[in-house]
């Protein structure tokens, strides 16, 4: 089966609270493009060589995973990856080891990541296990999922 050009990652843990940001948001991006041929949309728990071979052969790759970087819980932050490393403040907070910071720069360093490669980081507040979204993160998950959606819109138009 060939690949869709363009690729949207959700990562996450649905078991850990706000880690469960970036499920949360391609759930929803499932269900509004599930009719899209040329846009694939997955989930992943953050392992790095994972995300390293999903991200082979693409034009385009969102990720959205949780952050845990010191900002107001809820608020979201977009970084454009295609050129450009993760600041230093997101670098070193995954909760899933080597994660998605790690898999970007691998990515790079085999010529694998693609030009157009974004990172939408969620802030989160609580990381607990067997606690859902924290209210911040559930306004967010909404707010990111539109962003994206609004962004296909211009590139896949």
Not at 61 to 68: E, T
Not at 108 to 113: E, F, K
Not at 129 to 155: D, M, N
Request: include cysteine; proline fraction near 4%.
């Amino acid at each position: 089966m060939t690949k869709a050009r363009t690729l949207i990652i959700g990562v996450g843990n649905a078991d850990c609270g706000d880690d469960g940001a970036g499920l949360v948001v391609a759930e929803l991006l499932q269900r509004r493009l599930k009719h899209r041929d040329d846009i694939d949309v997955m989930q992943q728990w953050g392992e790095s060589t994972g995300l390293v071979d999903a991200m082979m052969d693409r034009d385009m790759v969102l990720i959205v995973d949780a952050a845990c970087s010191g900002v107001a819980p809820g608020r979201y932050r977009t970084f454009d990856v295609g050129a450009t490393a993760l600041p230093s403040d997101l670098a070193d907070t995954s909760s899933h080891g080597f994660g998605v910071p790690q898999a970007i720069e691998i990515a790079r360093a085999l010529g694998t990541l693609p030009g157009r490669c974004r990172v939408y980081a969620i802030e989160g507040a609580i990381f607990e296990t067997g606690t859902p979204l924290s209210e911040p993160v559930q306004a967010s998950v909404k707010l990111v999922a539109e962003e994206i959606l609004q962004l296909l819109e211009t590139t896949h138009a």
